[in-house]
């Protein structure tokens, strides 16, 4: 049993002692308290489902759009700026780490489409005719490795150098860069919003507050009990 079972259950038997006994105060109190655990209580159920003819129940799913937009606005207006932006890439460019290595990225890159490429240019070329004399297209793929090797080599050289490491810090920094980043992230965190149902939101708030949601119960029986005894007590 949670804790909103075990307060109406306690609030039910305090208010049984005192009726069984003639009791009126603690009847009184039992009563009062019960009133306002019940109430939380059902304040709690109509939060998650919705109850026919009580307007105002189910109140998660029917603000299920505007909750998805709350959480859009709150990442890419709180963690995502474009200020934000500007000064993470600004500052990490601006550490220690004088130069971004690509060698990484390069060695993964498949090069063999620039070597295809260079064969369909040879081939459409005027020397694609004289292929056929040293036995066509075929000719020339005990060349594709040495290629693919040597290109990715000089692009892996030209990416260290001063120039080149320039202008790539120069495009990180830019504006537009900075933009274009904002609206990806934007249309991610859209994509993933997407996918989350009425029912998938639910779940989420009630795991993230149920442990909480029985103290409302709890606290709701007390002031009731208070209510309930200050009230027996005003009338005697």
Same mark, same amino acid.
């Given at each position: 049993?949670?804790?909103? /079972?075990? !307060?109406?259950?306690? &609030?039910? %038997? =305090? ?23 019940? &109430? ?9 489902? #919705? =109850? ?10 029917? #603000?299920?759009?505007?909750? $998805?937009?709350? =959480? ?5 207006? +709180?963690?995502? !700026? #474009? ?13 220690? $780490?004088? &130069?971004?290595?690509?060698?990484? =990225?390069?060695? $993964? !890159?498949? @090069?063999? $489409?620039?070597? /295809? ?6 081939? +459409? ?15 020339? *793929?005990?060349?594709? *490795?040495?290629?693919?090797?040597? %290109? ?13 490491? /320039? ?9 537009? @860069?900075?933009?274009?980043?904002? *609206? ?9 919003? /997407? *996918?989350? &149902? ?12 149920? +442990? ?10 007390? @002031? ?5 005894? @200050?009230?027996? %007590?005003?009338?005697?």
């Amino acid at each position: 049993m949670n804790k909103a /079972d075990i !307060t109406n259950l306690i &609030t039910v %038997l =305090i208010m049984a002692y005192g009726y069984s006994n003639s009791n009126d105060l603690i009847f009184m109190v039992g009563l009062f308290a019960l009133s306002g655990a019940v &109430t939380n209580t059902l304040a709690i159920y109509m939060l998650f489902e #919705k =109850i026919p003819f009580l307007y105002g129940s189910g109140v998660i799913e029917n #603000k299920f759009k505007d909750f $998805k937009l709350s =959480i859009h606005k709150l990442i890419m207006q +709180e963690f995502f !700026t #474009k200020d934000k932006l500007n000064s993470f890439f600004k500052e990490d460019l601006d550490s220690n $780490k004088k &130069t971004i290595d690509f060698k990484g =990225i390069l060695e $993964k !890159t498949d @090069f063999s $489409k620039a070597f /295809d490429s260079l064969k369909e240019s040879v081939v +459409e070329s005027p020397f694609g005719g004289m292929l056929g004399m040293f036995g066509g297209v075929n000719a020339l *793929e005990p060349l594709k *490795e040495p290629f693919v090797n040597k %290109l990715r080599g000089s692009i892996i050289d030209i990416s260290n150098t001063q120039s080149f490491q /320039d202008i790539v810090s120069s495009a990180l920094k830019s504006q537009d @860069f900075s933009d274009d980043i904002y *609206e990806k992230l934007s249309l991610m965190v859209d994509k993933r919003l /997407d *996918e989350l &149902t009425p029912k998938m939101v639910k779940d989420i708030i009630n795991n993230m507050i149920k +442990e909480h949601l029985g103290w409302l119960v709890l606290w709701g029986a007390v @002031f009731g009990g208070l209510f309930g005894l @200050f009230g027996v %007590l005003i009338m005697k």
